[in-house]
């Protein structure tokens, strides 16, 4: 099976279109190929997005000065770094004594510090200094965890080599550093692979404070080396993100029989399970009675934005294991997910994502520019959901953009579907795409006319059952195509998610300025009105009434 | 008075970065063309990533994506390989191939590489060496910063690109060095009043500030083209308007053809647009319009209008050296007191600059040269400030401090539209002197 896009020789198993039950899913966890503009980046990048918010250590980037630059941002946030700022001698002579006095220096900078991380990058990594001799001796010297990164941008193929090797480090230096003999602490968690981006962690600690469960330390959005040190007193671990949590999870049931749970907080349904999952793991009598009450609240809620989003299609492109929740979270909103995809995601992600959609759907590893591109002409979504590198090509496109993960306010939980729902449906709705479009279509109009008979306009709206789809300009009409909505029958047009059959028309008509019909019910009027559809309610012969068209559009 | 960053080793939050962003940011000037970053994954996200959020536009860098393998046993077969990619995915009529420390470091030899790859290419995926141009650009991220790459870049492609003919074409070469779009678009504006024929080399103001237009283009159509780079060695001056980004492509011409280069500074405020206007006239032989004096007489108007405002005011600026020499000589004239001023890229010619500016008016600032954003805090602490002019990376700063802050330079994120604006030019000088007088009032 193959998807209409124009692919590399290399990149065909790479791109599928989704089929339940069956083995195929893209290729993953390959390296990237040279001269494309892939939208992944480095080991040393994974390795600061899983490190970069520990508050009370020391990062040092052992390095060219470039590395530490780019290395404080994470996630859209300035971090405090350190660099050892590698020039041409130190290349030539070595740099281990510039590490040294760095960390020296760095350590009498910044008092306090519980531990130092020195990052490794490529150069460092090229030239086979002994970072682990220096690191110790440094450690000796200031009587202080001095622990190395082995990230070099090179090893691995994507970020996710960074994650792995960020995990080890944790594992090795700072998690269950604390008494060991104390025991476990009542009703607590650890959260695995949450980054705290836009509040959410705040969500979800709420979620759970109402069934009485408290979070030691969240990997690694809230990790301070304290809580890192105390975090094998947890009694369970909870997985959100696997691509960065799993491996941890499982580390620490084998070395403290913590037991994990994979779970997400995007969505409704998917929060749903998660707490109950939560709840029954801890024998909590509340669950329920949140559920009920917090579900209710966020339906009301993202109601008034559901009719707009009907529908509508979507695409996301994502790192790697957000793909499935976040789809089902679309869904839940009514919309069609028509690409999942992502940067590095495994195996097992493609599989999650390829139960949460429907057959046909597009699934796509470590898509790059060129491809993306081609994806959004080609299919045109309503909606594109993905990282800032992505955005602005959209947007040239005339494609809606929302950045995932988020830059406004908190997705996860049930408030934070509420803002999700509000967030797709601004940013779907803005004026400007209808705008973009009509400037093109200015001398050329598109009507749609509900004529059964080809000479009259003689169909109500809702039940027209073919369109005759017109292009106007100042001194021409010609009839380009005629489009039938789809029967019951038909397999293309059925949706389980039970787009009736106004919707069905008025995306039929979704490139049209207007529809003409004998008459349109009130509420096909207003949903029409919604997507730019204007509805003109007229009878008689088709000439005279595309004139009049012409004249009041 | 200039005080040296001491001998404190670690570098604290740099605010300058490596060499490849600067030879990228130029590339995207040129019509067609694709920078290929010869090096990790990373080097060339973290480029794409820092160039969109400034410009708030799709960039289009690729990489040659160095793994274990390539690190080891050399990246030839990344960039040969990944030259057919790019050709196959976007047609490009240029590809600047950008290396990084580590392709440096390992010794891979870009531009026998690249000449084998060319030609192996004529008549192999229909594209000869003669549609596209390949350039190698030297940028080891360890030597010097982006400044120092967009410098190289500049005399790299100019080496492979120039043919000298026999006549003048009668233009002035510009090169503008890591300003905005608004910037270029104000000197283009200078220039067209002046009656001026020029040739903006490496021209992004087309290509990193676009249309949304809906129809597909894989590459912006805008930039300067291979043909009016070629030409570039024809032309009667060239003015770098960043003596420290871009001095390189214009000595370059000056050595090789003979053709007068006038470096810097740029033309912030009044005398320095001047200095500017008077050196086109200089170069080409045009009078200043009665139009320029009239934007002029305007700036004018506004100094005296707004002096009440800015007098005695303080101010701390810090970024590019080009851009914070030329704004430190416009903070003088409008009669406030430079406390603390900045480069992120070491240079001894910007403290000679601002120390001649500083003496000129009677100050005594502290100069720093390739300072870190641990260097500024501590110097505004000690020296105080109302107000400071930076880059985006120097707003945390300025909230600690709890002073008002005008964005200025590369990059600026967390606000938008700073791209468009110019700052160059008595209309660009303008709105940034709007802009100070307005956050002071904001702040008062």
Known sequence: ?553 | MAAATGARVVTIDPCHTCQPLGAAYLLLGIRGAVPLVHGSQGCCSYVRYLLNRHFREPVKVAATSFHEDAAVFGGRRNLVEGIKNLLLCYSPRFIGVVSTCLSETIGDNIDSIIREVQKELNGKINVSSKQVKIVPIHTPSYAGSHIKGYDNASRAVLEYLVQPGKDSNGKLNVIPGIINPGDIEEIKHILVEMDVPFLVLYDISRTLDTPLEISMSRLPKEGTSVKELADAANSLGTIALCRHAGGAGARYLQKKFNIPALLGPLPVGIANTDRFLDSVKKLIGKEIPSSLEWERGILLDAMADSCQYTMMKRAALVGDPDIVAGTTRFICELGMEPAVVMSSTASDEFVREVEVIAREYDYNPVVISGGDLYDFESALKERRADIILSPSHGVEIARKVKVPVVRLGFPVYDRVGYHRRAIVGYRGSLSLLDLIVNSLLEFS
Request: glycine fraction near 10%; charge should be positive; charged fraction near 25%.
């Open chain 1, 1 to 553: 099976m193959s998807a209409s896009l124009e692919l590399l020789p290399n990149r065909r198993g790479h791109v599928v279109l989704n089929k339940k039950d069956a083995a195929e899913k893209p290729e993953c966890g390959r390296s990237t190929l040279p001269g494309v503009i892939s939208q992944r980046a480095c080991a040393f990048y994974g390795a600061r997005w899983m490190l970069a918010a520990i508050p009370d250590v020391v990062h040092l980037v052992h390095g060219p000065v470039g590395c530490a630059y780019y290395g404080r941002t994470v996630r859209r946030t300035n971090y405090r770094i350190f660099s050892s700022n590698l020039a041409e001698r130190d290349i030539v002579f070595g740099a281990g004594d510039k590490l040294y006095n760095s960390i020296r220096e760095a350590v009498r900078q910044f008092s306090g510090t519980r531990a130092v991380i020195v990052y490794a990058t490529c150069v460092v990594g090229i030239t086979g200094e002994d970072l682990s001799a220096i690191c110790n001796r440094a450690s000796t010297d200031l009587g202080l965890p001095v622990v190395p990164v082995n990230c070099p941008g090179f090893c691995g193929t994507s970020q996710a080599a960074g994650h792995d090797i960020a995990v080890n480090v944790l594992l090795e230096h700072f998690i269950g550093k604390g008494d060991k003999k104390e025991p476990p602490l009542d009703n607590t968690v650890n959260i695995l692979g949450e980054f705290d981006v836009q509040g959410d962690l705040g969500e979800i600690e709420a979620l759970l404070g109402q069934l009485g469960i408290n979070i030691i330390c969240t990997f690694s959005g809230r990790a301070s080396t304290t809580a890192m040190a105390n975090s094998h007193r947890a009694k369970l671990n909870i997985v959100h993100c696997r691509r960065t949590g799993q491996a941890l999870a499982e580390a620490m049931h084998d070395r403290f029989h913590i037991p994990f749970l994979k779970v997400s907080f995007f969505g409704l349904e998917e929060t749903t399970a998660a707490l109950r999952a939560v709840g029954e793991f801890f024998g909590s009598d509340k669950t329920e009675k949140v559920i009920a009450q917090d579900v209710k609240k966020a339906r009301r809620e993202i109601e008034p934005f559901l009719p707009g989003l009907a529908g509508r299609r979507v695409a996301l492109f994502f790192g790697a294991s957000r793909m499935g929740s976040m789809a089902k979270a679309f869904q839940e909103l009514g919309m069609e997910v028509i690409m999942a995809g992502s940067q590095f995601g495994c195996r097992q992600d493609y599989r999650e994502a390829g139960d949460k959609v429907k057959e046909g759907v597009l699934l796509m590893d470590d898509a790059h520019d060129r491809e993306l591109e081609e994806l959004l002409t080609k299919y045109r979504p309503d909606l594109l959901v993905g990282g800032t590198k992505e955005k602005y090509m959209a947007h040239k496109l005339g494609v809606p953009f929302l950045v995932f993960p988020q830059e406004m306010s908190p997705f996860a939980g049930f408030n934070g579907f509420v803002n999700l729902a509000r967030e797709v449906s601004g940013i779907m709705g803005a004026p400007v795409w209808r705008l973009a479009q009509s400037r093109r279509e200015v001398s050329k109009l598109k009507v749609a006319v509900a004529s059964g008979n080809g000479l009259t306009i003689d169909q109500h709206f809702g039940r027209a059952e073919q369109f005759m789809i017109f292009e106007l300009t100042p001194n021409s009409v010609s009839l380009l195509e005629i489009r039938r909505p789809a029967g019951k029958e038909s397999v293309s047009y059925q949706d389980s998610g039970g787009r009736d059959g106004v919707r069905q028309r008025i995306d039929l008509l979704a490139d049209c300025r207007a529809v003409l019909c004998t008459r349109a019910g009130e509420c096909a009027r207003k949903q029409a009105g919604n997507t730019g559809l204007t509805v003109l309610e007229k009878e008689g012969p088709l000439s005279e009434a595309l004139k009049w068209c012409s004249s009041v559009l």
